[in-house]
């Protein structure tokens, strides 16, 4: 059975995508820019903000679907800018100290919003 959630994004019905996708014990989140409830980009200039709304857009996608934080297998972090990388990381700790998903970190040259300096993307599996 597959399950989706949206985050409302009105990119979703244009790309043909959305948020989050579970099928069986697998989900999986879309890249996940820092978008806030009112649309607006979240923390212009700042990194550890737009980390932690990318990771709060991404957990709450995943708890849609019953699929805990706990379960997540994997995270990928994109930014903008490498230098930000400690910033960032910090943040994801927040979230998944105790978990320990395996992370990868890269840069890109930008995202589709200049004012992104931040994108993740998130593996889960239920046992």
Do not use: Y
């Not at 995508?17 to 200039?45: C, F, L, S, Y």
């Not at 932690?52 to 995270?75: F, Y």
């Not at 903008?80 to 998903?101: C, L, Q, R, Y």
Request: glycine residues 8%; aromatic residues 4%.
């Amino acid at each position: 059975m597959r399950q989706s959630a949206s985050s409302g994004s009105p990119l979703e019905p244009i790309i043909g995508m959305t948020r989050a996708v579970r099928i069986g014990n697998i989900a999986a989140v879309a890249g996940t820019a820092p978008i806030g409830v009112d649309r607006k980009t979240v923390g212009i200039g700042e990194p550890a903000a737009q980390m932690r709304r990318c990771l709060e857009i991404s957990r709450d996608a995943l708890a849609t679907l019953g699929v805990p934080l706990e379960n997540v297998i994997r995270t990928r972090i994109i930014l903008t800018n490498i230098d930000d990388w400690e910033a960032v990381i910090k943040v994801h700790g927040e979230f998944f100290s105790s978990i320990k998903p395996v992370t990868t970190v890269m840069a890109v040259s930008r995202f589709i919003n200049p004012e992104w300096l931040v994108e993740t993307e998130v593996d889960a599996v239920l046992e």
